[in-house]
């Protein structure tokens, strides 16, 4: 199983931040990308500058015969049809795709590190993935999820909010 995080804080001119959401799970889906869970949406304040925008966050869980190279560069495709803009680190976003879990494969190049370097220090990746994958183990560290949550500050596991708002997949 592949595990995708796709976060959002900012409007596009198509929609809001929901929307590019929605709209993300559709063309993903439509990359060679089997859709198989889609979590809750979460909201959390956005770092390092919690006055920028609030974000929303699902992880999917999916699964496809593609390279993770490959998805990388159909994800900043789909980002780039949702209008984002790549300038400084951490800038309010309409749309940001990242791989967390490749099949539990381990990689380190240029273009790619497998898992995600940093989903094991983010309640937005860890909450969003133990609701659609509660055994997950984390590939290097070995540890289990509920581990990991339990290791993350009470701050951020306080200021995380699951709504009541869902993306569904078209079929």
């Given at each position: 199983m592949i595990y995708i995080n796709i976060g959002s804080n900012l409007n596009s001119t198509k929609g809001d931040?929901?929307?590019?959401?929605?709209?993300?799970?559709?063309?993903?889906?439509?990359?060679?990308?089997?859709?198989?869970?889609?979590?809750?949406?979460y909201e959390t304040p956005s770092y390092p500058n919690q006055k920028n925008p609030k974000?929303?966050?699902?992880?999917?869980?999916?699964?496809?015969?593609?390279?993770?190279?490959?998805?990388?560069?159909?994800?900043?495709?789909?980002?780039?049809?949702?209008?984002?803009?790549?300038?400084?680190?951490?800038?309010?976003?309409?749309?940001?795709?990242?791989?967390?879990?490749?099949?539990?494969?381990?990689?380190?190049?240029?273009?790619?590190?497998?898992?995600?370097p940093r989903a094991h220090l983010r309640s937005f990746v860890l909450y969003p993935l133990i609701e659609i994958s509660p055994r997950w183990v984390h590939p290097i560290l070995n540890k289990k999820i509920e581990f990991l949550i339990k290791k993350l500050n009470l701050k951020l596991r306080n200021e995380i909010t699951r709504l009541n708002e869902s993306v569904i997949i078209k079929q």
């Open positions: 931040r929901l929307y590019n959401l929605k709209k993300s799970v559709e063309l993903i889906n439509s990359k060679q990308l089997k859709i198989l869970k889609i979590s809750k949406i974000f929303l966050n699902i992880c999917v869980a999916g699964s496809t015969n593609e390279k993770p190279e490959s998805l990388i560069n159909k994800f900043k495709a789909i980002e780039k049809k949702l209008q984002r803009n790549r300038g400084l680190k951490n800038q309010p976003r309409t749309c940001d795709i990242d791989i967390i879990d490749y099949y539990g494969k381990i990689l380190n190049s240029k273009k790619i590190i497998l898992p995600h």
